[in-house]
Nanobody
Framework: QVQLVESGGGLVQPGGSLRLSCAAS????????MGWFRQAPGKEREFVAA???????RYKDSVKGRFIISRDNAKNTVSLQMNSLNPEDTAVYYC?????????????????WGQGTQVTVSS
């Protein structure tokens, strides 16, 4: 069993930055595919970024060049650095873990979820 706890959300102005963190329990963290998803009001949960256990990463097209996912296996954490934020990035952001090796952007393929953290981009 894995427990995920996100932190770092908040209110930021357009063009600003935020760093989300996710702390994971469990001894197998380094083997998981770790992902970040988001869900805006009235919309489905969507893939944002993922990092495989070998360190390779994948991003949603609209966040490429602005967001960076990174993991620290020694600390059982994964973070999402978000730069050049715009109002369309406003959503609840979720950390997720999958026991599979290969990438997936499907929420149903992830086994464990955090409770989410609100990110609001507004002037």
């Amino acid at each position: 069993q894995v427990q995920l706890v996100e932190s770092g959300g908040g209110l930021v102005q357009p063009g600003g930055s935020l760093r989300l963190s996710c702390a994971a329990s469990g001894r197998a963290f380094s083997t998981y595919l770790m992902g970040w998803f988001r869900q805006a009001p009235g919309k489905e949960r969507e893939f944002v970024a993922a990092e495989r256990r070998d360190g390779s990463t994948r991003y949603k097209d609209s966040v490429k060049g602005r967001f960076i996912i990174s993991r620290d296996n020694a600390k059982n954490t994964v973070s999402l650095q978000m730069n050049s934020l715009n109002p369309e990035d406003t959503a609840v952001y979720y950390c997720a873990a999958a026991t599979r090796y290969y990438y997936t952007s499907l929420p149903s393929q992830y086994d464990y979820w955090g409770q989410g953290t609100q990110v609001t981009v507004s002037s």
